[in-house]
């Protein structure tokens, strides 16, 4: 079955000469797509690439992505970014001719601010580039444990879809025994009270008790829903919107046989419906 959840954890690392590269990437259920990202400053004009090529490969989850770069000993100095200190030195002057009187910063001021120093990244390239193939990696892993996972919930599922077809078919072969039963009480009351009703007046009554006691209409719907379920756990891409309102249908249905119920056994199978159909939806909360 093609069912991947959306709960499920990866991290991967990668050492080079000039850094270490760790990503921990993290997926919890959620009605949409929903990507966050922690980068260190060398990496902050990745994200608008990471987030694209996370959506290309999932459709719904919170996705936390957390980067840490952990640079080498190269014995070297920080570098300055004098092409971002221009633009800092610039943007100052701006600010100081709108704003007369402004406090210029001093130098320690400008150093501290974040993409001023390298902090020892010579190759900025060759971080980005070894980041991408961590991410694209990461993104392989996470997509194997939430496909593994969706296997899981897909037994899980189709193991309550199997006992609400059993309840279903055990109400079904029910029905004639319990409508029997409701007929031949009328026909005992009337007779008790020694009441004579026209024939025609006598069948209305028959035929209303066995409209209030006739599930059938519920009992096909389940079958239905059933078998609905069944046919889009095998379909592949996203489904758990769908499984989402299919379990409302279920649940709506169990409802009408419940208020419908005549004898204790077929209120006992529509809690034993209810019950697992909300096993089944807590489940289908966790599907993409």
Do not use: W
Request: aromatic share 4%.
């Amino acid at each position: 079955m093609s069912v991947h959840s959306m709960t499920a954890f990866t991290r991967v690392e990668h050492a080079a000469a000039f850094a270490t590269l760790t990503l921990e990437v993290r997926s919890v259920n959620q009605r949409y797509l929903e990507p966050t990202f922690r980068l260190p400053e060398a990496l902050r004009g990745l994200e608008p690439h990471l987030r694209d090529a996370l959506r290309k490969r999932f459709a719904r989850g919170k996705v936390e992505c957390t980067f840490k770069l952990d640079a080498a000993d190269t014995g070297q100095a920080p570098a300055v970014n004098t092409d971002y200190l221009a633009e800092l030195a610039a943007a100052l002057e701006i600010v100081q001719r709108e704003v007369p009187g402004t406090a210029a910063p001093t130098a320690l001021d400008l150093l501290n601010q974040p993409g001023v120093l390298d902090s020892g990244h010579r190759d900025r390239e060759a971080i980005c580039a070894a980041a991408r193939a961590l991410f694209t990696r990461a993104l392989d892993e996470l997509e194997d444990a939430r496909a593994r996972e969706g296997e899981k919930l897909a037994a899980m599922i189709t193991q309550r879809l199997d006992g609400v077809s059993r309840e279903v078919a055990a109400v079904r072969a029910l029905m004639p025994q319990v409508q029997k039963a409701q007929r031949d009480r009328l026909l005992e009351r009337l007779s008790e009270a020694r009441t004579e009703l026209d024939p025609q007046r006598l069948e209305a009554e028959l035929v209303l008790v066995a409209q209030k006691s006739d599930v059938a209409e519920e009992l096909d719907r389940l079958d239905a829903h059933v078998e609905e379920v069944r046919r889009r756990l095998g379909e592949p891409g996203p489904k758990g919107r769908r499984l989402d309102f299919l379990m409302q249908e279920l649940n709506r249905e169990a409802n009408t046989l419940s208020s419908k119920s005549l004898v204790a056994a077929t209120t006992r199978s529509a809690v034993e419906l209810k019950v697992l159909i909300e096993q089944m939806r807590e489940q289908v909360q966790n599907v993409e």
